[in-house]
């Protein structure tokens, strides 16, 4: 399966700059297993996942006991750099207060692991695990969460000098919109909008907190926030309520999030959409003197962004009532997603989708990092912390053979490698997954690892992706 776009694969860059780095990503609830024990404290997914029967986290990928396995699996395949999360509730089971020793103990562990074998980690505070104690709480839309997080990255920043590449949240979008808008994850809320802006900007307060920490204790290394961004394109760029629908889409998704990390501050045309978005919902959003301080002061220090791509969106006017629904099964077609007020995703018949509906446009992400480029000249690096394919793989004879994810990978580096070479400051690629893992509404049918899990006996098998990100890794090429 190809990808439709203007410029064929074979006009893109194939070189591989030698300071690239070559990386993969995890995050801690989706392969550590040991949910509950080790001292660790509950998140919301733990209770979730239990009422609604459907999957376990536990053991996952059992990374708690085989990080060493794993580890050796990045050297020996050309992975030089892995994205690992820290589960907070193993730090602080209850959030803040008493600190879990197992658990701090643990990540050095890991972390002394990943230099030994020469990969080098790149660490996330945040990854959809507020302990429950806090979520139960009202998560980031309670402000004592937001204290709470700067206490608990204050805390790694002085108890893990070895990590030198910190990143405080992944995917403030997609947690809000899942939470409080498309209502598929714990909180379970639909249409609030009003909710997603205020918590995005909450959490956008937390990351300025612990950005302004970073720097106040003086730690060397580099810091930043991780967004799941896609590039919103109208689908007739020449119908004004296309473009109108891509615009409000792009405020809710990219740009406020983007205006405040770059910026610390939101652009007339994003509080002008939220605040209209927010109505809408019949709320309002609250935007306090004090946090526009502290995102301004945090502005400047950011060092890296990392940009998780999936998928871009085209956007068609939408008068009618809210339309959702998400296709977590892989039954293809299934998915619909139209917002009141903001607008109706299609799909072309020339565009490839994965199994899950999401569009496969690789020149997505480029338009995406060139964007940045241009817009926030100031935005200093740039890390692809997630991208790859979901599939519902098959071990066949003890080998996978997925060329649709290899070429996923391909295309997506190629057009990496072009804003690189037009100037962006790219200086990394990390594939999602590492290994095949907990997927978070689709179980364990969604894999998209470089090495397949046997989930039975939690054996690791490398997929063709894995032999061919070696090879790309190792000459520095990807037409291998
Ligand atoms: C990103 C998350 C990851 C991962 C990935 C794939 O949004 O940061 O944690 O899950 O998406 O998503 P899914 O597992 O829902 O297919």
Redesign the pocket.
């Given at each position: 399966m190809a990808a439709e776009h203007p410029l064929s694969a074979k006009a893109l860059p194939l070189d591989i700059p030698r300071d690239f780095i070559f990386g993969a990503?995890t995050?801690a609830y989706?392969c550590e297993g040991e949910t509950l024990t080790h001292g660790k404290g509950k998140v919301a997914w733990d209770d979730y996942l239990a009422e609604k029967g459907l999957f376990s986290a536990d053991p996952a990928s059992d990374f708690y006991h085989r990080y060493p396995e794993d580890l050796k699996l990045c050297r020996k395949y050309g992975i030089d750099g892995i994205r690992i999360s820290i589960a907070w509730s193993r730090i602080f089971p209850k959030g803040t207060g008493k600190v879990n020793l197992e658990g701090v103990i643990f990540y050095h562990h890991l972390f002394a692991e990943c230099k030994a074998q020469g990969v080098e980690p790149y660490v996330t505070l945040h990854?959809?695990d507020t302990p429950d104690a806090l979520y139960s709480e009202g998560d980031f839309l309670n402000r004592t969460t937001i204290d709470a997080f700067e206490r608990y990255a204050r805390f790694c920043f002085e108890e893990y000098p070895e990590v030198t590449n910190w990143f405080t949240f992944?995917?403030i979008w997609?947690a809000v919109s899942n939470m409080y808008i498309e209502g598929t994850w714990p909180r379970g809320q639909r249409y609030r909008l009003d909710l997603a802006f205020q918590a995005m900007h909450n959490m956008m307060v937390a990351h300025a907190r612990a950005v302004l920490a970073f720097d106040e204790l003086g730690h060397r290394g580099k810091i930043g926030v991780?967004h799941?961004l896609s590039t919103k394109y109208p689908d007739d760029p020449a119908n004004p309520g296309d473009v109108a629908a891509a615009a409000a889409e792009d405020v809710l998704n990219n740009q406020f999030l983007l205006d405040a990390t770059f910026d610390g501050s939101y652009s007339d045309d994003s509080l002008a959409c939220a605040h209209h978005l927010a109505g809408i919902a019949g709320g309002s959003l609250v935007l306090p003197e004090e946090d526009l301080g502290q995102i301004k002061a945090a502005a400047p220090l950011n060092d890296c962004l990392g940009i998780?791509y999936?998928q871009s969106n085209f956007l068609k006017a939408y008068d009618g009532p809210n339309d959702l629904h998400h296709n977590a099964t892989g039954e293809k077609g299934t998915e619909r997603y139209a917002l009141a007020g903001v607008g109706e995703r299609v799909s072309h018949p020339e565009i490839p989708r994965t199994d899950?509906d999401w569009l496969i446009y690789p020149q997505g992400l480029y338009d995406l990092i060139m964007r940045i480029k241009d817009q926030w000249p100031h935005y200093g690096a740039i890390l692809v912390t997630?991208n790859?394919m979901?599939a519902k793989d098959e071990l066949v004879d003890g080998e996978v053979h997925d060329a649709e994810r290899i070429d996923y990978i391909r295309q997506h580096l190629s057009w990496t490698l072009k804003a690189r070479s037009e100037g962006a400051n790219v200086r990394g690629y990390f594939v999602?997954?590492l290994m095949d893992m907990f997927?978070?509404?689709?179980g364990y049918n969604?894999r998209?690892g470089l090495f397949y899990v046997d989930f039975d006996t939690q054996e690791r098998i490398p997929k063709d992706s894995a032999a061919w990100y070696a090879k790309a890794s190792k000459e520095r090429r990807l037409d291998g």
């Open positions: 990503a995050a989706q990854h959809f992944n995917e997609a991780v799941a998780n999936y899950w997630e790859g979901g999602w997954s997927s978070w509404t689709n969604k998209y």
